[in-house]
């Protein structure tokens, strides 16, 4: 059974900083591109950055391109979201995902963690 725990949200003041966790289980992560999203209450789910199966390919929304940072250490089945100079804007759940290889969609999802970030 795949299972995604994300950790490390939080509240935060504007200007601050977080760092996301994301344990994997249940696959050969290191098969898996991971990536991370978000949802703000009222709006749709949104891509924010994604990181290929060796971590040599990385995609960020425009959004939060040059403050957040993914990474993933593949010996440990997990895979990070460093976000710096946090903007109220950035309030949201945010989750991870997995999709592997051969798969065009992502397939597994975690349960969110939260992110608030006061002005």
């Known amino acids: 059974q795949v299972q995604l725990v994300e950790s490390g949200g939080g509240l935060v003041q504007a200007g601050g900083a977080l760092r996301l966790s994301c344990a994997a289980s249940g696959l050969t992560f290191s098969s898996y591109a991971m990536g991370w999203f978000r949802q703000a209450p009222g709006k749709e789910r949104e891509f924010v950055a994604s990181?290929?199966?060796?971590?040599?390919?990385?995609r960020y929304a425009d959004s939060v391109k040059g403050r957040f940072t993914i990474s993933r250490d593949n010996a440990k089945n997990t895979v990070y979201l460093r976000m710096n100079s946090l903007k109220p804007e950035d309030t949201a759940v945010y989750y991870c995902a997995a999709k592997s290889t051969v798969a065009t969609t992502w397939g597994y999802w975690g349960q969110g963690t939260q992110v608030t970030v006061s002005s």
């Open positions: 990181i290929s199966w060796y971590g040599s390919s990385t």
